[in-house]
């Protein structure tokens, strides 16, 4: 489907076609539907970050909680978004040994605990390794950092999704 199809869809149409954009949070499209059309791909992700940036802090949080923790129960029970689980192993985060999933879990754990969300982190260009070192930098944030950190980053899965969705 081109830009142009997708401009022209009803809203719930719309909804449906780009709810994966943004794990579990098919508001979001929903919402950036009344800035169409959409001339290009910068101007449909700039429709959807303007509504994430203009919830409330209650859906930011939501939309931040609808993300897998890396690595965690999710991937382990087979139940990923088909677009996390792609991620993820792109990363390589299924080829961890029992000492580093260890170690990923345990981070995980101490990330949630110390701000009440999961860590989020856009995965792509990086390795098991490099995220491991991010979730231990950002441990040392404060809360509202780090928050608005999450939320740069689902932009930024975001961004990487409708690439490969809308790529020429």
Not at 32 to 60: K, S, T
């Given at each position: 489907m081109t830009l142009h199809e997708l401009s022209s869809l009803p809203q719930a149409e719309f909804s449906r076609e780009l709810g994966a954009i943004f794990e579990h949070s098919p508001w979001i499209p929903a919402r950036?539907?009344?800035?169409?059309?959409?001339?290009?791909?910068?101007?449909?992700?700039?429709?959807?970050?303007?509504?994430?940036?203009?919830?409330?802090?209650?859906?930011?949080l939501a939309l931040i909680t609808a993300h897998p923790e890396l690595a965690g129960k999710e991937a382990a029970e087979g139940t990923l978004t088909s677009d996390s689980t792609s991620e993820q192993r792109g990363a390589g985060l299924d080829?961890?040994?029992?000492?580093?999933?260890?170690?990923?879990?345990?981070?995980?754990?101490?990330?949630?605990?110390?701000?009440?969300?999961?860590?989020?982190?856009?995965?792509?260009?990086?390795?098991?390794?490099?995220?491991?070192?991010?979730?231990?930098?950002?441990?040392?944030?404060?809360?509202?950092?780090?928050?608005?950190?999450?939320?740069d980053q689902i932009g930024q899965i975001a961004r990487f999704r409708l690439d490969a969705r809308f790529a020429a």
């Open positions: 950036a539907w009344a800035a169409r059309p959409f001339a290009d791909v910068d101007a449909l992700h700039q429709a959807m970050m303007r509504v994430v940036h203009e919830a409330d802090p209650a859906e930011q080829q961890c040994s029992s000492e580093e999933l260890q170690r990923l879990r345990g981070l995980n754990a101490a990330y949630r605990e110390r701000f009440g969300f999961p860590f989020v982190i856009a995965v792509k260009g990086r390795s098991r390794y490099q995220i491991m070192d991010a979730i231990e930098q950002r441990l040392h944030n404060e809360r509202d950092a780090e928050f608005a950190t999450c939320l």
